[in-house]
Nanobody, 119 residues
Framework: EVQLVESGGGLVQPGGSLRLSCAASGFTFSSYAMNWVRQAPGKGLEWVSA????????KNADSVKGRFTISRDNAKNTLYLQMNSLKPEDTAVYYC????????????WGQGTQVTVSS
């Protein structure tokens, strides 16, 4: 079965850094664009970042530009999100999801990892 397992979340002080990982299995990871999406407490889903299948093209939401970097290691079937200069408003559950270009949908989602930015 398809599995996406996020890890690396935790409690960090404002200005700190975390690196999230998403371990993928059950599909051809290297053939799919991948995304990070987050959900803050009481809020809806917010798209954060995307990377194409080969890793050569990325896009970020304006709210995280210059602070977050998405990357992937296709040999390890793993997606990453390096988060620097974290702010309290970055507090959210972070999900990874693959992109189905046939139906233009984020098809498979992980269970998420909690990031809390607080002093």
């Amino acid at each position: 079965e398809v599995q996406l397992v996020e890890s690396g979340g935790g409690l960090v002080q404002p200005g700190g850094s975390l690196r999230l990982s998403c371990a993928a299995s059950g599909f051809t990871f290297s053939s799919y664009a991948m995304n990070w999406v987050r959900q803050a407490p009481g809020k809806g889903l917010e798209w954060v970042s995307a990377i194409n299948s080969g890793g050569g093209s990325t896009k970020n939401a304006d709210s995280v530009k210059g602070r977050f970097t998405i990357s992937r290691d296709n040999a390890k079937n793993t997606l990453y999100l390096q988060m620097n200069s974290l702010k309290p408003e970055d507090t959210a559950v972070y999900y990874c999801a693959n992109y189905d270009e046939v139906v233009t949908t984020l098809h498979y989602w992980g269970q998420g990892t909690q990031v809390t930015v607080s002093s």
